[in-house]
Each structure stands twice: as structure tokens, then as C-alpha cells.
T-cell receptor, first 113, second 119 residues
Framework: KQEVTQIPAALSVPEGENLVLNCSFTDSAIYNLQWFRQDPGKGLTSLLLIQSSQREQTSGRLNASLDKSSGRSTLYIAASQPGDSATYLC????????????FGKGTSLLVTP | DTGVSQDPRHKITKRGQNVTFRCDPISEHNRLYWYRQTLGQGPEFLTYFQNEAQLEKSRLLSDRFSAERPKGSFSTLEIQRTEQGDSAMYLCASSLVVGLAGGPGNEQFFGPGTRLTVL
């Protein structure tokens, strides 16, 4: 069974810092990897989707990388803002369960003014 | 708004009661997933539909749970004889699969979830 681990579980940084969130997975036969944001009590908002053939994806201040051989993905957030405070989840899609997403527990991020 | 919608957003019920949730996927999406998320955890897969066919159920889905997608459009998730352990956020997601029915499909889009509290 695919295991997805996110480190750290929680992170607090002052506004303006660049930060890196880590995601590791045990099964390298992933189809793609997706990063989500979740605000308290809300659903999931997709941030970035990296196909297995890609190395990275960028959207605004966000950059996600994928290294299948090492089983790792990172989400880089540049110039963090208080509005970035949320829980960030990574999920891998592997060829079972109709390609359902297999999630980590998330990293809870707090950006202080 | 053409995103995934879920109803109700919140449900409080007493132990032993039955509850039903609804999910309306993005209109052209043929694949629909249900997930459950408890506090401090990531979402966990429950079941998925390809059009109206329910193709897989996880072991998390006990006999008290049933899901339908009668016309390949909206889906319902019913929990019978609710227990306190059923308290969670129930999330629905949809995606578009083209070509092979067993294919991975495109990006999954999630609804806002239904938060269930069983007293």
C-alpha cells in the first residue's frame, strides 16, 4: 500500500520567508502527484499537478518538484504571506482504486505578520 | 458556478439515525469519488463511480454505507444507523476520463465537503 508522509506536520514562519514543504511516498509507480491547500473546515483546492514524466510545475509563488526515483516531492512557497496560512496536502495517484488519490496527513502552515 | 457541489454542508444527527449526502460533480465529468477525512488526517478513499457503475469500495465502507449514482450524474452517500465514529468530513471529487475506462483520468476537483457530527 502506498504510504505518503509529509514533513513537518506544522510550521510557523514570519511573513516574507521562503519555505519548503516535503512529501515522500513509498511506491514510485505513481501516475502523478498533486498538491492541495485546505482552509479550516473547508474542502480542498488544487494548487499544482505534476505528471510522472515531469520534474516540476510552477504557479505564481508556488513551485512543486517531483523526484520519482527518491520518492519525494517538495512544494516551495516564495515570499510567504499571512494569506498562505492553511494546511497543505500532497497526494499521489497510483493505478488502483480507479486512480484514487492517496493523501499524506498534511503540513499545517502559519505565516505571521 | 460549475465546480463540484455538496449538500448539506453540515449535518448533526443522533446516533442510530440515517443520513444521506449529495454530490453534484462537474457536469462533463464521468468519474466520481467519495473520500472521508477525520481531524488531523488526510482524506481517505471510500468508493468511486465510472458513470453510473460503482467500480470499487474500500474496506472503510462498512455495510452501513451505501452509495449510488443512478444516472451517471449526481451521487448520494447514505449512512445507516450512524455511530459516533462516523463523525468526519465527507468529500466528493470528480474527474474526466477519456479513452480507456480504466485510465487515470485528469485532475480531480473537490467539493466543499459535508461535515457530519454524530452525537
Amino acid at each position: 500500500k502506498q504510504e505518503v508522509t509529509q514533513i513537518p506536520a506544522a510550521l510557523s514562519v514570519p511573513e516574507g520567508e521562503n519555505l519548503v514543504l516535503n512529501c515522500s511516498f513509498t511506491d514510485s509507480a505513481i501516475y502523478n502527484l498533486q498538491w492541495f491547500r485546505q482552509d479550516p473546515g473547508k474542502g480542498l483546492t488544487s494548487l499544482l499537478l505534476i505528471q510522472s514524466s515531469q520534474r516540476e510545475q510552477t504557479s505564481g509563488r508556488l513551485n512543486a518538484s517531483l523526484d520519482k526515483s527518491s520518492g519525494r516531492s517538495t512544494l516551495y512557497i516564495a515570499a510567504s504571506q499571512p494569506g498562505d496560512s492553511a494546511t497543505y496536502l500532497c497526494a499521489s495517484k497510483i493505478p488502483n482504486s480507479g486512480y484514487a488519490l492517496n493523501f499524506g496527513k498534511g503540513t499545517s502552515l502559519l505565516v505571521t505578520p | 458556478d460549475t465546480g463540484v457541489s455538496q449538500d448539506p454542508r453540515h449535518k448533526i444527527t443522533k446516533r442510530g439515525q440515517n443520513v444521506t449526502f449529495r454530490c453534484d460533480p462537474i457536469s462533463e465529468h464521468n468519474r466520481l469519488y467519495w473520500y472521508r477525512q477525520t481531524l488531523g488526517q488526510g482524506p481517505e478513499f471510500l468508493t468511486y463511480f465510472q458513470n453510473e457503475a460503482q467500480l470499487e469500495k474500500s474496506r472503510l465502507l462498512s455495510d452501513r454505507f451505501s452509495a449510488e449514482r443512478p444516472k451517471g450524474s449526481f451521487s448520494t452517500l447514505e449512512i445507516q444507523r450512524t455511530e459516533q465514529g462516523d463523525s468526519a468530513m465527507y468529500l466528493c471529487a470528480s474527474s474526466l476520463v477519456v479513452g480507456l475506462a480504466g485510465g487515470p483520468g485528469n485532475e480531480q476537483f473537490f467539493g466543499p465537503g459535508t461535515r457530519l457530527t454524530v452525537l
